[in-house]
């Protein structure tokens, strides 16, 4: 078969020496990123102090146009982060709990570090509502529309399930929580790069994620998208200099917010994490998500055939249309078969109630995917007694 984005697999040194099907959890790093460190040290080096204002102070806006393009969103709507719970952070601290209208809404399919942080908001007058999964792979669609009421402040939710990789459809939430007032924050950790998103058609409020995992950008840098409309008039209270019009000015008092994106920045820039995210965004961007998504459907439906072959458990739906890019596979001993595929050089991780995951990229062969399941294979015969 001609798979024409394997010519991207030299790129990515990694893959030479593994088998690496771990990009839900962290993407592999571009070779770029070498020269990209090398760049920043040249900068700090030579450039000293004047690096602020001849290219680092700027580096934000220009990442955050980079993953704003992946989205379809309008330059100068993203600003960037250290993590998406610091993401939803700056969103709850733009937001009144002490009303009427102070419910949060979500499922406990949701990445536990943003159930922490809004279960934490309570001692801000946050009521948090969280709809129970019936089967542990997808969220009851009607049960959270219908927890989303009149008193709905909040609803934050992942796009796609970081433990069973289900795609929940975006769309019906985000109609229901505008009819009855309330926002949206999707959380697209584990969408975007590898299912397309267009936050203008969806008329989503915010959205967050990082991208170190399918943008293949490594740690230290989170996006936040928020409404063009909405931008220019909520004000975070976890802000500071770099939000403010004139932060040259060192003025006292309180801050006059700047427009976006740094008017959703607070302190000293991550610069470091925003020079190396760099040429992996540029790689997605010139392949463009449409073609990843295609390629990982008929990717993820080869490895849940494979698995079903083998008798192991898949926990991520059937329908391609419903989910990531990751398939989450169970079989005996689990935990263990990982850890021995891990010392094979297959990288893969395991999560409790999911099983192994495994996530095939753009980069990835259908050779590599036999490559694993072979494995796995031979670890259980190993492991069984004769
Ligand atoms: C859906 C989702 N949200 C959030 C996170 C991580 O949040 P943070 O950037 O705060 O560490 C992950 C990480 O795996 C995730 O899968």
Known sequence: MNDELLRYRAEFPILERTTYLISNSLGAMPRGVYDAMKGYADTWGNRGVRAWEERWW?????????????????????????????????????????????????????????????????????????????????????RLLDAIDEQTLLVPVSHVIFRSSYLQDAKAIIEKAHKVGAYVLLDTFQSLGTVPIDVQALNVDFTCGGVLKWLCGGPGVAYLYVRPDLGNTLEPRLTGWTAHQNPFAFETGPIRYTDPPYRFMNGTLHIPALEACRPGLKIINEIGVERIRQK???????????????????????????????????????????????????????????????????????????????????????????
């Not at 982060?81 to 993401?87: I, S």
């Not at 949060?104 to 942080?117: E, W």
């Not at 005996?332 to 409790?352: A, F, Y």
Request: proline share 5%; with cysteine; aromatic share 6%.
């Open 58 to 142: 700027m580096l934000a806006a220009e990442v955050g146009d980079q993953i704003s393009a992946l989205m379809n969103a309008p330059k100068g709507t993203v600003s960037t982060h250290q993590n998406v719970t610091t993401c939803q952070a700056v969103i709850a601290s733009c937001l009144d709990f002490s009303g009427k209208r102070n419910k949060v809404v979500y499922c406990d399919m949701n990445f536990p570090s943003v159930m922490y942080f809004w279960e934490a908001q309570r001692a801000q007058g946050a009521r948090v509502l969280m709809v129970n999964t019936d089967d542990g792979i997808t969220v009851p669609l009607d």
């Open 296 to 386: 990982s459907m008929r990717q993820t439906t080869y490895l849940m055939d494979l698995a079903d072959r083998k008798g192991w458990r898949v926990n991520t739906p059937r329908d391609p249309q419903k989910r990531g890019g990751t398939v989450s596979i169970d079989m005996p001993d689990s935990q263990e078969v990982c850890r021995e595929l891990l010392k094979r050089e297959i990288l893969v991780d395991w999560r409790p109630k999911a099983g192994v995951r495994m996530a095939p990229h753009f980069y990835n062969t259908d050779e590599e995917i036999d490559t694993a399941v072979a494995a796995i294979d031979a670890i259980l015969h190993e492991r069984t007694p004769a």
